[in-house]
């Protein structure tokens, strides 16, 4: 194998590594912030949690309307 | 002077045939921006580019000696070589080694001479030789980015990064080509060939500027005309490797992401990347400056300026900027060819690779993800989501993808500008 | 130090005569841009350019060995002259000699002893000294502009191209004074004010900062004054010129032009200006990047800041670039008062021109058109339209004007552009 | 003549030359593309074209309104 | 290569404690923009620059010279060395001795040698080093302001010149810091630091990048800080120096102001500081421009994009490169101390001379001032006059004093605009 | 007393005499102006400034409301 090719490939193993690497610990980074947050908020009263719910659906109806504008758009 | 001097003194007359060829490859990127639809933010202004960049005579792409050689006149290549102390054939070996102070001093002196740089030279330099233009649009896409999706299903990630390998597959396939005598690569031309496959223009141009301008032009065109075709190239790469029991996957309903965590994610990416790998700084610090502009609340003036006036304003410079990298003699080579081939290949590994890896989440994982949004791990954001969502509607028209798609989608930026600051930090 | 060593260090003891003249001047300029409503985007921010441009001491609008020589310390220029090996007496035959590369090092020099360049003096450089700017409010006037009346009624072209002649029979016009040894013009020089004649003030302002930036700030100011004043100028003209036969002409209503014709006009302008005249390819080349923005209608982010945010922005560097030209030394010449005589000719010239030549069409051509709107044809868009407009509803009120005289009118705009790439061509 | 005069009069004569081919070109080219784009459209219903009219009317109802509006103005 | 050898390479292990503390303080910053709304609008990308300037390994905030030097690779500096023909011992000796020619060269060099110009430097040098970015914060600023209040009661300019007094004495308490041996302060460096009592960000910006860049980051964070605090520091020295029965005093209803006395003040103020103080005419002067765009009422397109899109573009690019001065080596000194103990002191000493003034005003006319209104002399618009009005309120719960306060507080920053212009004049 | 603080001494004095000298100017030129321009308007009819004074009670009514509206905020 040329020089040129195992410097390809060196790259290729540092740079896949790093990326894996990097976002790996931005998930733990993320997990642990919501985590952390959460802590923070679960003092809340159930019935906040409920109509969390209830927006949630509203979310879920506004992801399928937009669903159905995008594939109208198409 | 009569009028028949007059006329043959027109541009016309001293057209090239690259010039002819580069002025309707011009030709053709405005007609995919405005009636295909391609990316036209980006590729009509790099098209209009191209075309003001190829008009014969004028060199409005070019530096001033590159116009003092272009134009050829004797009389002024003379005046340049006894100013240097040097015999007229001397002066391509000169220029050729000439140090960054030397090259400085030689167009001063051309301007002496009478050749001012041209105004796409002046554009290119100011906007992307100075790596400004991309990181401002990295800005504004960081407060134009919702982060929610991501944080709220962070182990998509994974997806944008698996979908990376697609840059480093390329890269090794430009080093074959080059080994195999097929088309000749230096390491830094095929990492800024394989960066094609972040599928995002910002990073590709911002990577290219610095390991090989001199590619700059057909990378960018690649890079955005492959992302216009994400609809046409993904498709079959999604259907040929999932099943149809995979493609049909309903996923969890994403939660609710609180504006907290949202202000802490630019911040602590931000230092992750600092303290991790400084040279992926520039680009993602800049993304996480415009996402923390637009999360905080606090500058709202800011982060509107930054999604608005401010990416348009560079949008056009970016544009005409790259366009000004299309000049015929650099353009029509055997290496643009190469890379509007690896591009392609570049895209598919790096479709594949998300999906595949998707697969092996399930595999490892109780909480299934549908293997397509995998392919929305590329970026190219956000078409590579809808397509995700759009495949999956097909088989299953009550399972909107698009929420979780933009997770790996957007991950998928990150994860190119992570590739890009591997290759500035081991190559530039 | 005590309190009238202060008072007397005040900068009203050190201003001069001319200096006091000038600010006399920008005032007079923020007078008419403000209650006169004399092209106010233009002529406020030189007027107020022209004050900064004329304080006392400070040189706003000087680079760093200018500044030196005007604050005249002895000490500091024998450090500089010192430093370049020279005596204090051959400063300044030194300087005017001095190459690019030499002056670029001088105001190096200059700024180490403690001279800063002026921030005006900052201003023109990267606004008009780079041609910048002027291309910049091109491509938002492009943007702006609907070239349907001109694509629906195409032989008002030739209204555009005759008014042109304007500008080179002032050109001639110089020649002479300076012939007869009234006022001395160099060829260049006299090139430059004739392009006032094109009643277009980037276009003005971009030849001149090429030919004869010296003289650039009267040229802009007699533009953008005659603009403002072409109600006045033009219909004596007018009146002197046609029958009352001629000026109640109607003319047959425009067709409908479809969006097609308007996406492909600027890019068959870009490639006609490209293969006959490239000196002219940045002018219209913005104008045309402007217009496809518009006209194709798949980039109306870009096309939108083009419009709004970037020209705005632009104006006001562009108007106190122009300012930082009147400065008392380069203002108050013989130059200027031919210039400002020359410039009102060049618009009667090419009124004249615009309005016979249309009489001649109408010997030549069954489909009579209106001569009033020939009188648009030098441009100064869109107030000679309106003008053409308005002395037409005088002699027959159900005859509107407005539209028809848009063809001719922007059809000036780039007719004068053409002239102007003449011009670089030629003399550049 | 002097010399200076003489290079102005050149200039005269090759600008106004160039200024009029120029715009003669771009006539000749607004034409072509007038013709070749209503060859395209010429299969158009007669209708569609009455209705054009119509357009026309109101077209010109709107330029009386600016002229009208531009004439206060002064 | 080996995973080893790549984690071994990540940035985290080549920081510095400094850098880490920097990392801190940027952090701190973010959450007083972000938490605390502290001037979010400069202090979250002054602290977002403060991070990426103290990122490791990258020299984000360096020039090329100071980056080579940074990363401290023999063979590079050897390079450098031997190009300079110096010993690598005497390159820190020869870099503090060279010129601004020297330095731009050596620049060049590094260039060469692969160190390019970190980003936030060029940001830096764009908008800073060229005293761009100040300038048109000011002229933002202009075209934001209304100087009616200022109009209609002028004396309430005593006030606004008053309060000025915290910023001269802050100097002298600077001196005494220097002269007791507690902290070296140069007399250009007390200057500096004295303008934070000016309260007025652009302002400490434009001075102190003048007089004493290498404090600018700590002048900067403490004035737009201490801004911030406005409404901790003031209050206390307010009740401490009035009387009930002054702190109840209502003033005269301020008269209306004609929209011609609005256009002529901006012009009117640029001819006397152009006559007096031309070395403050940049900030004055696009201060007036600022407002005569807006009060002219002809070219609201000009006045519209200089207090929004252009202020906005230009606070981002003002904030980032304030940040770049927060590098560890420069901000982790005694001086950054010195400057945050005086700045608070400045504020203090100017809220009192303000007040202490209107009392006098009060003891020498009849027309009566509430005093509270002089605290609002520091400027820190419109917090101060905010502050007013609210300790106003407490005493006399009908006794509304915003508009009163609007005087003192707009005089304020045409008063230490001015105090600027005499240090620059006496000191630059 | 230090070479250095006698020169801070000098520009605090130099300093507080130009500042207040310059906005003792500015004081002059606004009365200036305003006189001039008061000149010119007197000739208006009484009723117009009557009209200016109810103006001016509303313009007091804004000012209260900011300044409640203000107070809320904080
Ligand atoms: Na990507
Ligand atoms: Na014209
Ligand atoms: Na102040």
């Keep these: ?74 | 002077m009569n009028f028949l001097d007059i006329v043959s003194s027109f541009g016309i007359f001293s057209i090239t045939l690259p010039q002819a060829i580069m002025l309707i490859v011009g030709l053709l990127l405005l007609y995919l921006a405005i009636n295909k639809k391609f990316e036209p933010l980006l590729l009509l202004p790099i098209g209009f580019g191209a075309i003001l960049t190829n008009i014969p005579e004028i060199g409005l792409s070019l530096s001033p000696i590159e116009r003092l050689i272009y134009e050829n006149k004797t009389e002024d290549i003379q005046i340049l070589t006894s100013m240097l102390g040097l015999e007229v054939a001397q002066l391509s070996e000169y220029l050729k080694a000439a140090s960054y102070l030397e090259l400085s001093n030689i167009n001063s002196l051309s301007i002496d001479i009478g050749y001012k740089p041209g105004i796409l030279y002046t554009f290119y330099n100011v906007a992307i030789g100075s790596g400004v233009a991309p990181l401002l649009i990295f800005m504004g896409v960081g407060a134009m980015t919702d982060f929610g999706p991501l944080l709220a299903n962070p182990k998509t990630l994974i997806l944008g990064a698996a979908a990376q390998f697609g840059i480093f597959a390329t890269v090794i396939g430009a080093l074959l080509l080059d080994h195999y005598g097929v088309i000749s690569f230096t390491l830094k031309q095929a990492a800024a060939t394989g960066i094609i496959g972040g599928a995002d223009g910002p990073t590709a141009i911002y990577v290219s500027s610095i390991l090989a301008p001199e590619l700059l032009g057909a990378i960018a065109v690649a890079a955005y005309s492959y992302m216009a075709l994400v609809p046409l190239i993904q498709p079959p790469i999604m259907r040929a490797l999932t099943t149809d029991k995979e493609r049909v996957i309903e996923m969890v309903q994403l939660r609710e992401v609180s504006q907290k965590e949202k202000i802490i994610f630019p911040i602590s990416l931000l230092l992750i990347v600092g303290l991790l790998l400084p040279s992926a700084a520039p680009l993602l610090g800049m993304l996480c400056l415009g996402n923390l502009m637009k999360e905080s609340l606090v500058v709202e003036r800011l982060s509107e300026v930054a999604q608005n006036s401010l990416i348009n304003i560079v949008t056009i410079f970016l544009g005409l900027s790259v366009g000004s990298k299309l000049a015929a003699d650099k353009f029509l080579t055997p290496e643009t060819l190469g890379i509007l081939l690896l591009g392609i290949v570049a895209f598919a590994i790096g479709t594949a690779s998300g999906i595949l890896v998707a697969k092996l989440m399930n595999v490892l994982s109780k909480n299934k993800v549908n293997p397509l949004i995998g392919a929305a791990g590329v970026s190219a954001v956000p078409m590579a989501a809808r397509v995700a969502n759009k495949v999956g509607l097909e088989y299953n028209s009550q399972n909107y993808l698009l929420m979780h798609a933009m997770g790996p989608n957007i991950a998928g930026v990150i994860g190119s500008a992570v590739a890009a600051g591997v290759m500035i930090k081991f190559l530039a």
Tied chains: 1, 4, 6.
């Design chain 1, 1 to 74: 194998m040329s020089a040129l090719l195992s410097q390809g490939i060196d790259l290729m193993l540092s740079g896949m590594f790093t990326v894996f690497l990097f976002l790996c610990l931005l998930i733990v980074s993320i997990n642990t912030f919501a985590y952390l947050l959460k802590e923070k908020t679960n003092h809340l009263p159930s019935s906040f949690v409920k109509k969390d719910n209830v927006i949630g659906n509203d979310h879920l109806k506004i992801i399928k309307a937009i669903g159905v504008r995008i594939q109208n758009e198409k």
